[in-house]
Structure formats: C-alpha cells, structure tokens
C-alpha cells in the first residue's frame, strides 16, 4: 500500500470509529487521540521520505495524472504535513480536559478528525478540483467545530466566518471552471506545462487574480482578513489552536503551490505588483491590530494575520528579478516561517485557553498576576510570545532574517522595512500582553473554588509545554530547519522534477 | 447557445452579489446560493457547449470523433452541486440558530456587545 494514502485514511476511518462509539464520549477521546498519534507517525515518515529529495506519487485507481487524480508529496506537503501531526496529537490531548462535555458529546473528536482529513488531503492532491473538494471538507467541519456549543457570540462569529469562506470558495469554483475552459486540464503538473505554452497568457494572468483573490480570503491577507479577527477568539481553545495552527495555513499552502508550480507566466505582475504590496500591508495590518487589541486571543487572531503576511512576502519576492540565490532564499524563509509559526500559533490559542479557565477572562483590563499564580504557564507563554515576535534564538528569528536579507539582496529596502516595522509593533504587543496579563497584580482573585483535578490541569499544561518545546527546537536548530526549507524552496522553483515524477518520464 | 448562458450567468452573480449586500442573512444566503449556481452554470459553458452525442467510443473504433461532450466538466458541476447543497443547508440551520440566539436576523446585530 502506498503510503500516501494513509493521511487521509487513519483520520477518516478514526472519524468513522468515533461516530459508531456516539454514546461514549471516552472512546471517543482515545479513538481520536490513538488517530493523532498514528496521523503524526505517518506524517513524520511521509516527511522523512521527501527529504531525501523522492517526490512520492500515488495515481488513484491506477489512472495514470493527468487523467485520474494523484496524491503528490513533495518536500513542502512532507513539512507541512509534518506540523499537522504533532499540532494534532497536541490539540487532541488539551481537548481531553480543555472541552466542556456538551461539545465532547456532541461530536467534537469526529470533526476535529474530519478536519485533520481535509487538511492532509488539501497538503497532499496534485489536482487542483481536489483541492476545492479538500478545501469544503476541511470547511464544512470548520463551519461545525466553530458553531458547535451555540453560544450567543460563537454563532455571530460563525455567521461571518461561514459567509466569507463560502465567497471565497465560489470564486475559487469560478476560477477553477474558467482554467478548465481555457487551459483543458486539472492536474497541477499538467497546468504548469499548459500555462507555459498558452495562447492567450493575459487571460492566464487575470485568473491567476482570481485564484489569488480566493486563496487570500482563507489565508486572510489583507484586506480580506476582517473575518479571522472577528471569529477566531470565539470557538473553545482547542477549536481556535487548530483552526490558527492549521487552517490558514491551507490557504497559505495554496497560494505558494499554485504561485511556483502554476502561475508563473507573468511574475512582474502576480508577484511583485499584486501579492508583494498587499503581504507588506498585511504584516503591517496585523502588528497593529495586535498592538491595540485589549483581549488576548483577539490579538493572537491579529498575529496570525501578521505571520501570514511575513511569509507571502517570501513568497512574492521569487517574482522579482534579480539573483536566483535571492530568489531561494526568499522562499526558503517563507517556508521555514510558514513551518514554524504553525507550532507558534497553536501553542499561543492554547495557552490563552488556559488563562481564559483560571482567570475567567481573556481582557487584558481585568486579568493580571499570572507569572506568579501559575509561573510555569508563564514561562511557556513568553516562549511562543518572543517566538512570534522573532526573538532570537527562538523559531521565529532565522526565517524573518532570511526573508529580511533576501528583500535587501533584491534592493527593496520598504519590504525590510515593512518586516522590521510588524516586529516591533508584535514586540510592542508582547510586551503589553507579558505585562497586562503576567506582571500587574491581579484585579481580582479568581475563585479558587473552581480549581479542577490535578490530571486535567496537566492535560492542558503538557500539550503547551510540548509545542513549547517544539518552538525552542525548531529555535536552537534553526540551520538544519532552513536547509530543510532551502531544499523546498528550490524543488518549488524549478517545477521539472515535479512535473516528470508527476506525468511520467517521457517528458 | 453560449450567449444566452453567458447572460444568465452573469445576471445570477451581479443578483448574488447584490443579495449577499443586503441587510439580512436569508437574503445573505439566498445571494450565497445564486452565486453557487452562476459558478455552476460558468463551468458548464466554459467547456463549450455543442450539440453532439455522448462520449461513448463507438465499437470497433479506438478513439472518439468529435463533436463529443466533455463529461468532466458534469463530473465537476455534479460534485460541487452536492457540496454546495450540504453547506447551503448547513448554512440555514446555522442562521436559524443564530436567528434564535441573537433574536434578530439583521447583519448588523451580528457585531459583539
């Protein structure tokens, strides 16, 4: 058996093994953690697979791409998927005590898993409807897990979420049946070929917008990220640590797979006028609204915004001509951060759910005294804290660098400047959040009443503590991360070997 | 024949548009369902439309003479027609709840505090 197919399967079939035990909400818990760790060592050899350079194929039905549909993974589906297995053991073990029992018994572990499904499969297709498909099952599982509860502010937040990722897929449906019209072919590798020798490249050109359009929405660039704030900090933690771990980063995923392997006909535009301008403000957007937001986890909502404008700009930098070795490491920074900001963005929503149980809130106005009612919980939180904020030696540093060296290579000085502007407004924002919630003494005792089991209260720190962990590795061997993310990088731009392992070696 | 779809396509995403800028979510959702079938109806036209048979390969002959059909294209359209049926219908019953919990169905109430 091929072992592509094994990300999408253990998710599915661990989903269909908890619908069946609906009853037993315990089953349930270990159907779903068992289906985490069995996702994450599958991944974790997926990953080790790619890194020897082996872009793994698996044509489906044996129908040879591009007529059947075919599960490729390349270096950056393997880091990708990498990050999804420990960020899903980690979420999986919080939800043990991290979710209340009406949630827990109303399918919360199928849906996560669900999700989980759609998100390897969306890291892994090599056929572009797939991902539309992939997309609207990782959706329709998000729509659930973020309504799910039926609280006042979760359904308004839902409302929002729900309409503007359907505006995004319906103009992704769009785009795709026009590229279908004029190109004839769905298959990634296939589209490349065709987009090269197009007939009509400005027709190619204004769908590439199209597409661009749609992926932004789901990877909130801006201006199209007012959905992300406005409903992230309402679902539980664990349903906002995945959602900020993973789901953004699918729409991230998109745009860097289409925008090396596809879209590549007219750079100087797609890249440099359109997505390097928009990513700058984007980064610029989310300091800001990090900076002034006065609950936490609205300002972590803002963060991801941030990040996923630090790493499009990488991204749009392979657009601008100039040296290759700049080209390459722009995009090799944009991985590495794209890699480790997913780590950084779960562990600061889990985090900010354990604050939210012991203190009750997550204002910055009324919270306080945490650093010495919960010292431990403190000192992880300053790790993901500084590690957004790309402090050194944590895992935020060495990509931004990259990225920032890359723009000064290329001599475009106001994209540095726009890097270097988001981490001081992220700094600002740390240090506002370190001193508001950790530092002040605390307005008010919280109800020591309220004080659970011991066992539940560890089920909530180590998950924390071990992508805190993670954050510090991925930190101290930031080199062999970055040769990891510079051999994607390069497999990203140059498509050939991607092509032949994909149609064949005729070519 | 394409005209007569590319007008009605058209109409479908300038009404969806319209309707999803309203001020209430039914008419939000009946805009999200228009705008679902105007993309249905694109991919349908994008693939030409000709009047022709099947794509079925005569017997005895190895490939197939054009004018045939393109039978992706209803592939396509057949799978986002259920997904977009599962997620409208989600959708209603997300506004309902919202409807029951808010006690309004204006967007404008569906800002916090």
């Not at chain 1, 039926?150 to 359907?166: D, F, I, M, S, W």
């Not at chain 2, 959708?91 to 029951?100: D, F, K, N, S």
Request: net charge neutral; proline share 5%; glycine share 10%.
């Amino acid at each position: 058996m091929n072992l592509l197919v094994l990300p999408v399967l253990i998710p599915m079939v661990a989903a269909a093994s908890s619908l069946l035990l609906w009853k037993s909400v315990s089953a349930q818990r270990w159907v779903a953690l068992m289906g985490a760790i069995a996702l994450a060592v599958v991944n974790a050899l997926i990953f080790s697979r790619t890194q020897t350079g082996e872009i793994v194929v698996l044509a489906f039905g044996s129908w040879p791409a591009p007529f059947g549909i075919a599960f490729v993974a390349d270096r950056l589906a393997g880091m990708m998927l990498l990050a999804t297995g420990v960020i899903a053991v980690a979420v999986q073990i919080y939800s043990f005590s991290g979710i209340d029992s009406d949630r827990e018994s109303f399918g919360f572990y199928p849906l996560t898993l669900i999700l989980l499904m759609g998100v390897c499969g969306a890291f892994l297709t090599g056929d572009i409807f797939n991902l539309y498909v992939w997309f609207e099952v990782l959706l329709i599982a998000s729509f659930v897990l973020m309504s799910l509860g039926g609280e006042r502010l979760q359904l308004q937040g839902a409302v929002k979420y729900v309409t503007l990722n359907l505006v995004s897929s319906a103009l992704f449906l769009t785009a795709l049946g026009l590229l279908y019209g004029s190109l004839g072919t769905l298959n990634m590798a296939h589209l490349s070929e065709r987009v090269a020798s197009a007939d009509d490249p400005g027709f190619t050109t204004a769908l590439s917008v199209l597409f661009l359009v749609a992926f932004s929405i789901k990877s909130a660039l801006f201006p199209l990220y007012g959905w992300l704030p406005a409903s992230y900090h309402t679902p539980p933690a664990a349903v906002s640590a995945l959602f900020a771990g993973l789901l953004t980063k699918v729409g991230v995923y998109a745009l860097i797979r289409t925008f090396t392997l596809i879209f590549t006909q007219d750079p100087g535009f797609t890249h440099q006028l359109v997505l390097l301008p928009l990513a700058a403000m984007t980064v610029l957007a989310g300091g800001m609204g990090f900076w002034v937001q006065t609950d936490m986890r609205r300002a972590f909502a803002f963060a991801i915004v941030a990040s996923v404008g630090v790493a499009l700009i990488g991204l749009a930098m392979t657009g601008v001509p100039g040296s290759e070795a700049a080209r390459i490491l722009a995009l090799a920074g944009a991985l590495a951060y794209v890699f480790q900001t997913m780590f950084v963005k779960a562990q600061l929503f889990l985090m900010a759910g354990i604050v939210r149980r012991a203190m009750g809130s997550c204002d910055l106005r009324t919270i306080g005294g945490l650093a010495t009612c919960a010292p431990w919980l403190a000192a992880m939180a300053l790790i993901g804290l500084l590690a957004f904020a790309g402090v050194p030696p944590l895992s935020g540093f060495a990509p931004k660098v990259a990225i920032v060296r890359a723009a000064l290579d290329q001599h475009l000085g106001w994209v540095a400047a726009c890097i270097l502007a988001g981490s001081v407004l992220a700094l600002a924002g740390v240090a506002r959040i370190w001193s508001e919630a950790f530092w002040k003494p605390p307005l008010h005792r919280p109800d020591e009443s309220e004080q659970d089991e011991p066992a539940n209260a560890l089920a909530r720190i180590v998950p924390v503590t071990g992508l805190a962990l993670c954050i510090v590795a991925l930190g101290l061997g930031a080199g062999p991360v970055f040769d990891a993310a510079e051999a994607a990088a390069r497999q990203l731009l140059d498509p050939t070997e991607y092509i032949r392992a994909v149609l064949g070696g005729e070519r | 024949m394409e005209w007569l779809l590319a007008l009605a396509i058209g109409a479908l995403y300038a009404g969806g548009l319209y309707m999803m800028l309203r001020k209430t979510m039914v008419k939000l959702l009946i805009g999200l369902a228009m705008i679902g079938n105007a993309a249905n109806l694109l991919i349908f036209t994008s693939s030409g439309i000709v009047r022709s048979r099947a794509p079925l390969v005569p017997k005895g002959a190895k490939t197939l003479e054009p004018p045939f059909a393109d039978p992706l294209t209803q592939a396509l359209i057949l799978t986002a027609i259920v997904i977009g049926f599962a997620v409208l219908a989600f959708a209603l019953a997300l506004v309902r709840r919202t409807y029951e919990a808010v006690g309004s169905g204006a967007l404008e109430d569906m800002t916090e505090e």
